[in-house]
């Protein structure tokens, strides 16, 4: 078992910075791919990005350039940087654990273990 607990979400003007953080204790030995997905109201969850223990990553094309994921092994923490955000980017961003690959897949049925989920609301 995977615990995963957010942080960081709130309220931003468009143009600001927030800095999501999510926590994962249990079984964290060995590989495995942190990430993150959103979901927005009315539509389906979509990947965010997410990066493997060796730090390969992977980006949607909607934050290229604007977000940056990032983790710290030694404290089994994943963070996102989020920077010149849009109100498109208001959704409830959820963290996700994939146990069992060594490279980042972009479907959340993919991912094993999920946090409860953190809302980052960028108004205009």
């Known amino acids: 078992q995977v615990q995963l607990v957010e942080s960081g979400g709130g309220l931003v003007q468009a143009g600001g910075s927030l800095r999501l953080s999510c926590a994962a204790s249990?079984?964290?030995?060995?590989?495995?791919?942190m990430g993150w997905f959103r979901q927005a109201p009315g539509k389906e969850r979509a990947f965010v990005a997410a990066?493997?223990?060796?730090?390969?990553?992977n980006y949607a094309d909607s934050v290229k350039g604007r977000f940056t994921i990032s983790r710290d092994n030694a404290k089994n923490t994943v963070y996102l940087q989020m920077n010149s955000l849009k109100p498109e980017d208001t959704a409830v961003y959820y963290c996700?654990?994939?146990?069992?690959?060594?490279?980042?897949?972009?479907?959340?049925?993919?991912?094993?273990?999920w946090g409860q989920g953190t809302q980052v609301t960028v108004s205009s």
């Open positions: 996700a654990v994939d146990l069992f690959s060594l490279v980042v897949r972009t479907t959340e049925y993919d991912y094993d273990y």
């Open positions: 990066l493997t223990r060796r730090g390969n990553t």
């Open positions: 249990g079984r964290t030995t060995g590989y495995y791919v």
